[in-house]
């Protein structure tokens, strides 16, 4: 089962890019990769996914690099609202399971 | 669309107390998933149904049942609650493509304290 790793937290300034970092070093290769936020104790929301090319949409962007052993989340421009944890997660089958693991507590900064 | 419901919000029990905590989707759904999350950690999945008709255990799924009513519900009891089941208590449901790529949606969770 390919589990995730990610720093236990990080700061940015606000307006600037964030860069949040995962490894995922026993990932398969069908296994595609999640990220989700959670903002002080709300459900996760769903921000972006991607299987091995770089994937964008109108909230992030996803950098996942050739060997597929680690992944960046990017948020463009961050703001106040994006403070919040951010868990990189990869699908573990059977069941479609989720593993979310602790996850980055992002802070930005004014 | 109201997306994933889940009844009650908030809740206390005593030790030794039942409850059933209740889950909804409109989404048409086929799967559906319980987490609970305690302090500071990541979510754990509990039980989760595939679709109509079947449920299958995940990490943490002692001291709870579970029951997939119809395509829509997905209820989790704690048939004699414990201190330990503390949490709070998230519903996720997904379209359940076999082998495809998967997106959960989550519901705004259920507070729970068992004194």
């Known amino acids: 089962d390919a589990k995730t790793t990610q720093p236990p937290s990080m700061d940015c300034a606000e307006g600037r890019a964030a860069n949040l970092p995962c490894n995922h070093s026993t990932i398969s290769g069908n296994e595609y990769v999640y990220w989700y936020r959670q903002i002080h104790s709300q459900g996760p929301q769903y921000i972006i996914h991607?299987?091995?090319n770089n994937e964008t949409n109108e909230m992030a962007s996803l950098i996942i690099t050739e060997d597929r052993k680690s992944s960046t989340l990017i948020l463009p421009h961050a703001t106040l609202r994006d403070t919040a944890v951010y868990y990189c997660?990869?699908?573990?089958?059977?069941?479609?399971?989720?593993?979310f693991g602790t996850g980055t507590s992002l802070t930005v900064i004014p | 669309n109201a997306g994933v419901t889940q009844t009650p919000k908030f809740q206390v029990l005593k030790t030794g107390q039942s409850m059933t905590l209740q889950c909804a989707q409109d989404m048409n759904h086929n799967s559906m998933y319980w987490y609970r999350q305690d302090p500071g950690m990541g979510l754990r999945l509990i039980y989760y149904?595939?679709?109509?008709?079947?449920?299958d255990k995940g990490e943490v799924p002692n001291g709870y049942n579970v029951s997939r009513l119809n395509k829509r519900e997905f209820s989790l009891r704690l048939e004699s609650a414990a201190p330990s089941q503390t949490s709070v208590y998230f519903c996720a449901s997904s379209v359940g493509l076999a082998g495809g790529q998967e997106t959960q949606y989550f519901g705004p969770g259920t507070r729970l304290l068992v004194l």
């Open positions: 149904s595939a679709s109509e008709g079947t449920t």
């Open positions: 991607g299987l091995k």
């Open positions: 997660i990869v699908r573990v089958s059977p069941g479609n399971q989720f593993y």
